[in-house]
């Protein structure tokens, strides 16, 4: 690994100071209105992660979409 890599690393892992910049939807929850909005391929493999996520069911509504590509090169 190169020199400066790792030195930015070890600066990140010491010196960084960061805040958490998700924010709970429930902090505006009374305030405004929310609609959000999830594409995926495979919804069933990613709806355990979808109802684990806190600001997903927060949302007023929800919209869950499911993309499936087909293959149309049979070559």
Excluded: G, W
């Excluded at 919209?63 to 087909?70: D, F, H, P």
């Amino acid at each position: 690994m190169d020199h400066f890599v790792q030195k930015e690393m070890f600066q990140l892992r010491t010196n960084a100071q960061y805040k958490l910049t998700i924010v709970s939807l429930k902090s505006y929850y009374s305030k405004k209105k929310f609609v959000q909005s999830l594409n995926t391929c495979f919804l069933t493999l990613y709806f355990e992660d979808v109802v684990a996520y806190p600001n997903m069911l927060a949302s007023h509504s929800l919209c869950l979409n499911e993309t499936r590509i087909k293959n149309v090169n049979l070559n």
